[in-house]
């Protein structure tokens, strides 16, 4: 969602080619327009274009475009549609001023009155324009002081990247809660919202702080803090996870990514688990582990599947270290009145390390003075940099929008926190032995499940005509239900909810008849019972069911109109491997329906605004 990219180098160097090449290694976040802003003469050049980097580089070709200084975005609509006026680079009242922005301005429509009525005219919808006016508005010959000005008007969350024709060489940038570092170079300066986009040429970055106003230019940068006080903050290496090769021979990274479940919870596990000890090693956690020794209880915040992962865990912590645990949405957690005791603790649960629902979360948790942890698998983003500990996930970046592969070492880490947790209190060492025996086993297990993926491609197109359909499971197997109906919707556009299945009588049993098909999590656990009793009940209405079930389990087999199988295990690790035919379920189901799974429609794989 939304990427910044900005370049300033030595004169005499074309860093077209350059900008071209680091914005597109923003394009996992999603977008749905693109553009840039070129510094060589007394007006910019701005060029943008709807569609992908291929249409803005398409925009391009035949004209010869050259500088040493650019910056450069890809927009993900949120106010006005995705067209080329809204598309940034923005600019004033004319071409002397270009800004990109990440973020929400939230009082966009009283300051655009304003500058209206001083004489400025508008020609996008966007909130990100006004910024461009009060650059201009604000302009005494030097770009930094008028970006300051700026900032004290604004409301809301931004990563603001602006040039001036007025400035040759130079850029400006300032942040609320949306990241941008600056990347450096002997002979250039980058500015990027992606430290990682940038490491292809330095791993040397500075990450700013909130409201710092960095100027760049060719061989220097300033930072100016809040105070007004120049800051020498220090540079960073970027940790670079080793880039998993794109695709792997699969038709989408999608099913790449399922299919690298087995090898990337091999390198979450790496290293973390001596099992004939019963102990768990984690050393992210290492200067926290007398707090974690007298937490009491904790919150776990997470959005989407995160949040998914985060009701599991909380169930985990609960039952293996004996903690009230609550999941709450991270877009929620405002609104909540958890606790706040000495020995309250929450813990954050976040792919990309940028969603700002998430860090707004964690924003909360600590105004309210607790501990706060992590488990993100973007080493070096935003909220790794923001709790006070955490567990890397370690496995490869995840690039396909429908997360997968994060969502099962989520569960798996939350699984062994919570044994950590618990060894810490009274979970005696041979149940922790036998249960991370079991842990070191999943790869392998799930490597089983991944062996069904024809037999789920056959049953997704068995039921290829349904509009609508509920997941439902108990106990652990209640947040799987929730996760499969995400991925479902996300990439193939069916309606689908997930239910706990106790609450079929309370409601939605109404929607069953023979064209409303429920997928049924019915594994050989201590609930197996009341699941048959609940695939009866749909049955009895004529309703299609779809049972993930264990081998050889002939009753529910003789139940279910299809029956898809996962390999048994310890009951706490079934969410690992009953997620896996739910994932192969949605893909098989999406690439049916012609629907491009990696990218669907309206989604973005990061969401750095609320
Ligand atoms: C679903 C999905 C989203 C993310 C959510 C949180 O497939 O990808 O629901 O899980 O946006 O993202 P992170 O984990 O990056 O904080």
Redesign the pocket.
């Given at each position: 969602m939304c990427g910044i990219y900005g370049i300033t180098a030595v004169p005499n160097t074309n860093i077209v080619p350059w900008g071209m090449a680091g914005i597109r290694r923003l394009e996992y976040r999603g977008y749905d327009s693109a553009g840039f802003a070129l510094q060589n003469s007394a007006e910019l050049t701005i060029i943008r274009s709807v569609g992908d980097i291929n249409a803005l580089r398409d925009a391009v070709s035949g004209h010869t475009l050259v500088s040493s200084v650019g910056i450069w975005h890809t927009r993900w609509a949120t106010h006005g549609a995705p067209s080329e006026r809204n598309t940034h680079p923005h600019t004033g009242c004319d071409t002397r001023f270009a800004v990109v922005h990440n973020g929400t301005i939230e009082n966009h429509d009283a300051l655009r009155r304003v500058l209206t009525a001083a004489g400025h005219r508008f020609t996008s919808e966007t909130d990100t324009e006004v910024v461009a006016h009060l650059l201009e508005m604000e302009y005494r010959g030097n770009l930094a002081e008028a970006m300051r000005a700026a900032i004290h008007q604004i409301e809301g969350t931004f990563a603001l990247v602006a040039i001036t024709a007025d400035e040759p060489g130079v850029i400006v940038a300032s942040r609320r809660s949306s990241p941008l570092a600056i990347g450096i170079l002997p002979d250039a300066r980058l500015i990027a919202s992606d430290a990682a986009a940038m490491a292809i040429h330095t791993r040397e970055v500075v990450h700013l702080e909130d409201y710092d106003i960095a100027t760049l230019s060719p061989t220097s940068h300033m930072i100016v803090d809040a105070g007004a006080v120049t800051r020498m903050r220090p540079s960073q290496a970027i940790e670079l996870e080793a880039e998993s090769a794109e695709f792997g021979g699969f038709p989408h990274r999608m099913l790449f990514e399922i299919n690298e479940q087995p090898a990337a919870l091999s390198n979450s596990l790496r290293g973390r688990i001596i099992a004939r000890e019963g102990h768990v090693r984690f050393g992210g956690l290492a200067a926290v582990e007398k707090q974690l020794s007298a937490i009491e209880d904790l919150t776990v915040v997470?959005?989407?599947?995160?949040?998914?992962a985060a009701l599991i865990g909380a169930m985990y912590i609960e039952a293996y270290a004996g903690l009230s645990a609550t999941a709450v949405l991270?877009s929620e957690y405002e609104y909540r009145r958890t606790s706040s005791r000495r020995n309250s603790a929450m813990l954050?649960?976040?792919?990309?390390?940028?969603?700002m629902?998430?860090l707004l979360a964690i924003k909360g948790g600590k105004d309210r003075g607790i501990l706060t942890l992590g488990i993100?698998?973007?080493v070096g983003s935003a909220?790794a940099r923001l709790t006070d500990a955490g567990i890397y996930n370690h496995i490869g970046p995840?690039t396909s929008?429908?997360?997968?592969k994060?969502?099962v070492s989520?569960v798996t880490l939350l699984a062994l926190l919570a044994i950590h947790l618990g060894r810490q209190r009274d979970l005696i060492r041979t149940d922790a032995e036998r249960m991370l025996e079991a842990v070191l086993r999943l790869p392998d297990k799930i490597t089983t499940a991944l062996a069904q993926s024809d037999h789920v491609r056959a049953v997704a197109e068995q039921f290829g005509w349904m509009q609508s359909c509920l997941f439902i499971g108990r106990g652990y197997q209640y947040p799987v239900a929730l996760?499969g109906a995400?991925?479902l919707k996300?990439?193939s556009y069916a309606h689908a909810e997930g239910y706990s299945a106790g609450e079929m009588k309370h409601g939605p049993l109404a929607l069953v008849d023979d064209r409303f098909p429920t997928i049924a999590i019915a594994v050989r656990d201590s609930r197996r019972k009341k699941m048959v009793a609940n695939i009866q009940e749909i049955k009895a209405r004529r309703g299609p069911v779809i049972a993930i079930a264990n081998p050889d389990d002939s009753e529910i087999a003789s139940l279910a109109d299809a029956t898809i199988t996962v390999p048994e295990d310890d009951e706490f690790l079934m969410p690992v491997l009953t997620a896996i035919p739910l994932q192969l379920f949605a893909y098989w189901m999406g690439v049916s329906r012609g629907i491009n799974v990696d990218k669907p429609r309206n989604?973005?794989?990061?969401?750095t605004t609320e």
């Open positions: 997470g959005c989407g599947t995160a949040y998914h991270a954050a649960i976040s792919q990309s390390g940028e969603t629902d998430t993100v698998n973007r909220i995840e929008v429908a997360s997968t994060a969502f989520q996760e995400l991925k996300e990439v989604l973005a794989k990061s969401v």
